[in-house]
């Protein structure tokens, strides 16, 4: 199937159509056959004229930004950032996020929908196939064009702002910028009884909203505009101003202030500065608001993935129900778009349509791209360069193909001789796509058991995002293919449990990414203590986390603890070179009532003759190091910071490192590769990677209790009856 990108930077605003598998369908998900799709003229738009020095200074401008890169700095090191930028400029990014069309087939938990059936869908791309969340996806009556219904994701914006102004039947209301959320603000806002003013520079614009029925339109660039306003509301002012419109200039957000009553509101779509002139606060008492999206359940993953609702007795309007809403309008005939439309084009002329667009040549405010394939291809697989696997060589495939792949994995593998990269298995086969030519893949796909199952494949490198590591490590271990899998291995005990029982019997090779044990300079440290370690000391400290991240959803992150313990525990049982006995581990601070959210804790692992404290906090500076090994041995100590400097106390003082971090990425690879040609190897096997994550799991526990955890009656205990019933 074919789908619409965009180039990341291009000043001229050109985009590229790929041509995809048809994507993954999860269980929360609907495949659709895609009618009509809606350019959206700001946002879209807005991206697709950014230059290389416009990135820089956009991310230099944004201290979130910033440290992010600080963070991939830290984590992969000079190199492997600006590979990955290097990878994020070259690669197509997905655009589009409103359309309509035809049900194919229905997720296992998409309840209330079904195949042939007509419907509207958000939040996803210009496609011939789309698979959106059943959050994001209304049934549209037959009575409405599928050209209209392709407006709703930025009516449901344009409903949102306006339930965001808390507007009141007769109110009066003011939409500054006349594009196309302004166009659908006013005409949603004259379908539910209120009073419109529009305000923007663009005459064409002006009339599309006289000929809908505004009672004043006004031209910012008239000195009297305000004036005008003034005298239309009887000297009191709009009782709200809805801002549609983008600008680096703090006249729009002051100007819409004056124009609003006291105690009114001002609610902001676009990007405005915001240099507020005090008076308007101070004397005027305004409410200044921001709409986000379309609704409640934007950015909070358990909704977008569609794996939760809001209960309609708490949330009113949800994203979804205001899609609805914009559909019951157009079905009611209460919502005139077809004098938006300025253009609808074929997927083969889209280049066209966002030309008009960006050049202002449209004779509107929307474009729309039509699908007119009745049979697009629905093929899951395509082939690359259709080869068997060279002689001599060991044949990897990924199954996830994210920024860590990009950035980690495929340059390592392709740094070395012996191996070929054979399958790219990811959701939507984007990236794939884009990248398998240029870095010599056989195959992309969308269907994880054609990599499993195909011949040229020796092994694969599991880095899908975490919630999937389970259900891909465990069809790998079925198809009884060798795997390395990121970690976390699972972020549920239940899964880790099942991962237990299904190695009980098999020797196959499998492993965890805990990369930081095959970096040079822990070996070093390792190599200096070769008569044995009484004591080690973990030290991780990391920025503050909002609790709307998506490592600390309850489902799909599992908390700091499950999500980056791993590393942690790998390394102290690695350094101490012992098995772990038992467990004991407190949370620090407020301990949540579902762990799954954790972030800070205190972990103490008893050895038969040693002891390692474990403490991550959200806490520490920021020219001390995020991650600090400490090992005590008689006549000796040593600190490991940040997996960079290294030094070892004793008869003399050493000092290695210092020249960035090498967090071992590359000779983990190299280590699974040896394995898969039955060389010798450093690899850790199954036993300890599952020791790992069965460290993370007790720890857990015993924050639950606050007992000490004993590991082998733990091990056993899950793997009993018992475990199963408690589980269950």
């Known amino acids: 199937m074919k789908q619409v ?19 993954h369908l999860g ?47 830290f984590s992969a090191g000079p190199t492997q950032t600006a590979r990955r930028v290097w990878h994020e400029m070259i690669t197509p990014r997905e655009i589009g996020y409103s359309g309509a069309g035809t049900v194919l087939a ?9 195949v042939g059936q007509t419907v509207a869908y958000a939040a996803t791309g210009h496609a011939e196939l789309a698979a959106p969340a059943i959050n994001h996806v209304v ?56 009073v419109v003013v529009g305000i923007d520079i663009n005459e064409r614009a002006n009339q599309l909203l006289r000929d809908a029925g505004a009672s004043l339109v006004v031209d910012p660039r008239d000195p009297e505009w305000k004036r005008r306003i003034d005298d239309f509301t009887d000297k009191h002012g709009v009782d709200a101003t809805i801002v549609c419109a983008s600008s680096d200039s703090s006249e729009i957000i002051n100007s819409s202030m004056e124009i609003t009553r006291r105690q009114g509101r001002v609610v902001i779509v676009g990007y405005v500065k915001l240099d507020i002139h005090p008076k308007n606060f101070l004397y005027r008492e305004i409410d200044l608001r921001y709409s986000r999206a379309y609704g409640p359940g934007s950015y909070h993953t358990g909704y977008e993935k569609g794996r939760l609702d809001y209960p309609f007795g708490y949330v009113r309007w949800t994203e979804n129900r205001n899609l609805a809403e914009v559909i019951r ?59 068997p696997r060279r002689t001599g060589k060991i044949g990897i495939s990924l199954i996830g193909f994210g920024n860590h792949a990009l950035a980690q994995h495929v340059p390592n593998l392709q740094s070395m001789k012996n191996v070929e990269i054979r399958g790219i298995a990811s959701a939507t086969g984007r990236n794939g796509a884009a990248l398998g030519s240029r870095i010599g893949a056989a195959f992309v796909t969308t269907d994880v058991s ?56 098999r020797d196959l090779l499998v492993s965890v990414g805990l990369n930081r044990r095959y970096s040079p300079i822990t070996l070093q440290l390792r190599d200096a203590f070769a008569d044995g370690v009484d004591s080690a000391s ?80 959200e806490s520490g500076a920021a020219e001390f190091p995020q991650e600090r090994v400490t090992l005590l041995a008689k006549g000796q100590v040593a600190t490991l910071d940040d997996y960079s400097k290294l030094a070892i106390h004793g008869r003399k003082v050493q000092r290695h490192g210092g ?37 993370v799991f007790a720890a857990q526990e015993s924050i639950r209790t606050g007992e000490v955890v004993e590991l082998e009656a733990f091990r056993q205990w899950l793997l009993s009856d018992e475990g199963i019933d408690a589980e269950s």
């Open 450 to 505: 054609e990599v499993l199952k195909d011949p040229g494949t020796d092994g694969v490198v599991i880095c899908s995002s975490q919630p999937e590591h389970y259900e891909h490590l465990r069809a790998a271990i079925e198809a009884g293919v060798p795997a390395l899998v990121e970690k976390p291995m699972v972020t549920r005990l239940e899964h880790f449990r099942e991962l237990l029982t299904l190695m009980a019997d």
């Open 27 to 73: 269980p929360d998900q609907i495949l659709v056959q895609s009618s009509y799709s809606l350019i959206s003229s700001g946002t879209e738009m807005t991206t697709l004229s950014k230059t290389p020095v416009e990135l820089v200074k956009q991310t230099l401008s944004d201290p979130w930004m910033r440290n992010v890169v600080k963070q991939t700095v």
């Open 139 to 194: 049934a549209v009556p037959e009575s409405v064009d599928l050209r209209h219904a392709a407006f709703v994701t930025v009516g449901g914006i344009a409903v949102q702002s306006l339930r965001r102004a808390d507007l009141k039947f007769g109110e009066v209301v003011a939409i500054y910028g006349l594009g196309l959320v302004g166009q659908l603000c006013a005409r949603i806002a004259l379908a539910a009884g209120c």
């Open 329 to 387: 309008l157009l079905a009611a005939e209460r919502l005139e778009l077809e004098p938006l439309i300025g253009g609808v084009y074929d997927l083969n002329d889209v280049q066209t349509a966002f030309d008009a667009v960006q050049n202002r040549t449209l004779p509107g405010v929307a474009a729309l791209i039509r699908y007119s394939d009745p049979e697009p291809d629905r093929s899951r697989t395509r082939q690359v360069h259709t080869r």
């Open 5 to 23: 990108f965009r180039r990341v930077v291009d000043r001229r605003g050109r985009v590229v159509v790929l041509d995809l598998p048809e994507p």
């Open 106 to 114: 229905v997720g296992a938990n998409a309840q209330g929908f079904q």
């Open 538 to 617: 973990y030290t991780v400290t990391r920025p503050f986390l909002p609790p709307d991240h998506w490592s600390l959803d309850p489902i799909d992150g599992g908390g700091r603890l499950v999500s980056e313990g791993e590393h942690f525990f790998d390394i102290c049982h690695f350094l101490v070179r012992q098995r772990p006995v038992s467990v004991y581990a407190r949370g620090l601070g407020r301990v949540p009532e579902d762990l799954r959210t954790l972030c800070n804790y205190a972990v103490t692992v008893h050895y038969d003759q040693a002891v390692a404290n474990v403490v991550f906090d």
């Open 659 to 695: 020249h960035g971090a090498s967090m071992g990425h590359k000779e983990q690879l190299s280590a699974f590769v040896a394995a898969l040609r039955g060389e010798p190897s450093p690899l850790l096997t199954w036993a300890d990677a599952s020791l790992a994550t069965l460290t």
